[in-house]
């Protein structure tokens, strides 16, 4: 078996028919059926514009053989799909392993789909969209080659090693086989409603809360209070994923404050972490807007140290080990429809975060498991965010319409944050303001009201705490032992080995 991670092993497809053809000599039918069985492919974005295309010209450069066999696939292939739906011609052309319009490419999804036993999404709502959107003609073709296996994360690094407090307190309550079984964390449920472990709860939580303080005024130089709401937003740096209306949210509140310094406001600790890929301008100016917000709102006065906005430099997982148990809030506001599934947002849950986020990826799940109660939901759904898209959705409308957003854009705009230069966000700005392909202005209103209701749990810190044990209870099936099983049923067809 040959499980493809994504699109970027997928030339192994043709590699492998190479290897049975020209050095075994067998039959085309014979290497087709075996390469077939031995290739499984998972997918990992809905993004259309993230599917690999690789270019003819640099094959037939490096690779000439496994071009030829590519083509020799492709026309086989096409003719299957002719037969099953004569007179198709959208389909054949959409189903083509090479991209013949303009500038040729070889499809490394179409590849990895025509190659495999089996192919699956990441999470339940991340499956359904890809039969609905960018698979569809492939279960059309190959309904039974389609399953979900939902990601997970291992609870050995993620907690165990990660957050020792945390797992001290969870052996000496429930036992110590939950590492290696996570849904025994359920055990813990009836804890939630005991004041001394929700205590003990608590003094863990704030110790690794000092930790990262430590960290944060090593790498940064900025002093943060433990003792604040620590909003974190780890991953990496996207406008699909938001981290702009994180930043909306921020300006919101400190204009709160500038307007009305005496404003009863508890204590948050922004933190940001993440990667921008180096060739996307956009990801970088978004770094570029959390640091120079940080700049002033860390040191304005009338702020008085009630807010303070961090960027983490170099986010990998040995920092993410020290931050993800540190979290009180979970940053998960992807546009809906968009995260195939996230991971950090399991990591920040099993350490006992609450998380505010969308109807998206493994959120839907999460939710489910944690209860309705005890997760902080807001956002448009990925049909309404389709449905906004088909009826011209009108970012500037929404603008014009609430007050706030309109402050926080013109703030920007007006150069707060940039020293007086009004051109350098415009990028950011203008977007939002004319085309916001991710929404943000339609969600804005939403996220900064269910905001005000995460600030408003806060103050009452034991049904925080109860939340938050409640979370870390739940989990179980978000370790990365579930996921596995799954793959050997689903996938793999093997059954486990008692080793003796
Ligand atoms: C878990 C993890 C991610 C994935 O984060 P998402 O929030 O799921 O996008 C990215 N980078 C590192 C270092 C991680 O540990």
Request: hydrophobic fraction near 40%; charged fraction near 25%.
């Amino acid at each position: 078996m040959i499980q493809l991670n994504d699109t970027h092993p997928s030339v192994s497809v043709a590699e492998l028919m190479r290897i049975l053809i020209d050095e075994y000599k067998i039959d085309w039918d014979t290497a087709w059926n075996t390469t077939c069985k031995t290739f499984s492919y998972t997918n990992h974005t809905l993004l259309p514009e993230a599917l690999e295309k690789w270019s003819v010209g640099l094959f037939a450069y490096l690779i000439p053989r496994v071009l030829e066999i590519i083509y020799e696939i492709n026309h086989r292939f096409l003719n299957e799909v002719k037969r099953n739906f004569p007179g198709d011609e959208g389909k054949l052309s959409r189903m083509s392993i090479i991209d013949e319009a303009g500038e040729k490419y070889v499809r490394m999804a179409n590849l990895a789909c025509a190659g495999s036993s089996a192919i699956n999404g990441v999470a339940a709502l991340h499956t359904e969209l890809l039969k609905q959107q960018v698979l569809h003609d492939w279960v059309e073709m190959f309904p039974q080659r389609f399953h979900n296996v939902t990601n997970g994360v291992t609870p050995r690094r993620f907690i165990v090693l990660s957050n020792p407090g945390l797992s001290k307190l969870i052996t000496e309550s429930i036992g110590d086989k939950w590492p290696a079984r996570l849904d025994e964390l359920r055990k813990l449920e009836p804890f939630a409603d005991d004041a001394s472990f929700r205590e003990q709860f608590r003094k863990v939580k704030l110790e690794n809360k000092r930790i990262l303080a430590t960290l944060i005024k090593e790498r940064t130089g900025i002093t943060v209070d433990p003792s604040s709401m620590y909003d974190i937003q780890v991953k990496r740096i996207h406008e699909y994923k938001r981290q702009h209306l994180n930043v909306l949210n921020i300006i919101t509140r400190y204009l709160r404050i500038k307007q009305n310094p005496g404003i009863d406001i508890a204590p948050r600790t922004f933190i940001f972490g993440g990667k921008a890929a180096p060739g996307y301008h956009v990801a970088k100016l978004m770094i570029k807007l959390i640091n120079s917000v940080g700049d002033v709102v860390n040191n304005d006065p009338d702020v008085n140290g009630r807010l303070k906005v961090v960027f983490f430099p170099d986010f990998n997982v040995t920092n993410a080990q020290h931050i993800y148990p540190a979290a009180d809030l979970s940053e998960q506001i992807s546009t809906a429809g968009k995260e195939a599934s996230g991971t950090g947002n399991m990591k920040f849950s099993m350490n006992g975060a609450l998380t505010i986020g969308t109807l998206d990826g493994a959120n839907v799940e999460i939710r489910e498991e944690v209860g309705d109660e005890n997760f902080f939901l807001f956002g448009l759904t990925a049909a309404q965010v389709e449905e906004s898209k088909r009826n011209q959705y009108d970012p500037h409308f929404i603008y014009d319409h609430n007050a706030e957003l309109h402050d926080v854009i013109n703030m920007i705009n007006a150069g707060h944050f940039s020293k007086g230069d009004c051109n350098l966000f415009k990028p950011i700005t203008d977007n939002l303001l004319w085309h916001d392909p991710y929404m943000l202005m339609a969600d804005y209103p939403l996220y900064t009201a269910c905001q005000d209701l995460v600030a408003e749990t806060w103050k009452n810190t034991s049904e925080w705490n109860r939340m938050a044990v409640l979370n870390v209870a739940r989990m179980g099936k978000f370790s990365s032992d579930r996921s596995i099983q799954e793959y050997c049923e689903k996938i793999w067809k093997v059954k486990p080995f008692r080793m003796k």
